[in-house]
């Protein structure tokens, strides 16, 4: 028995985007007839387990104008629809769609906002009159942040700078010249 591929789709309203996921496939089959009839099979896996998906589209299809990539992932079917006109959804058939379909919503666009999505980004935008030299974009002088930054750095450092503490070696070291300074004050006042 033939298992069912997951299968991806998106529309545009000139076009549907068909992509079977199925790695590594082998012996790969596929027919598109012009009344949306969609047929494919294949094998993958070291055990060759057949895959089979047969569908009817939901509208006619320009078969000659339709075009297949098979790649090492994935097919990708691209099918060109005889009239320009949004689906209401893939399959003829109504109600809920078998569990390997999937709405593939990295190449899906509203029917809204298709006009948006086949403009370039930029492309009503008049640069003719822009200065790039005026955007200051480096080269000019300014303040030298790294010899801000390192003015203090003589990496001369010692454990007690790094870790804002103290030794024990270190107290009585303070305590013994704190003694001796303080004894030494009061004679040089004599």
Do not use: C
């Not at 082998?26 to 047969?54: C, H, M, N, R």
């Amino acid at each position: 028995m033939s298992r069912h591929p997951p299968v991806k789709w998106a529309q545009r309203s000139d076009e549907v985007y068909i992509t079977i996921e199925l790695p590594d496939a082998q012996d790969v089959k596929l027919k598109l007839e012009p009344e949306g009839k969609f047929y494919f099979s294949a094998t993958a896996g070291a055990e060759k387990v057949p895959y089979e998906i047969d569908i009817d589209l939901f509208d006619k299809v320009d078969v000659d104008n339709s075009k297949v990539s098979v790649g090492s992932r994935n097919i990708f079917y691209l099918v060109v629809k005889a009239e320009e006109k949004w689906w209401d959804r893939l399959l003829k058939q109504g109600g809920k769609p078998p569990v390997f379909l999937k709405v593939d919503w990295d190449k899906w666009v509203d029917e809204d906002e298709e006009d948006d999505q086949d403009s370039k980004p930029g492309a009503d935008m008049d640069f003719s009159n822009f200065d790039l030299s005026k955007l200051s974009m480096g080269g000019g002088e300014g303040p030298d942040i790294d010899a801000e930054n390192n003015a203090d750095d003589d990496e001369s450092d010692t454990k007690d700078e790094i870790t804002g503490q103290t030794s024990i070696d270190n107290e009585a070291d303070t305590k013994e010249k704190v003694d001796s300074s303080s004894s030494a004050a009061p004679e040089a006042k004599a």
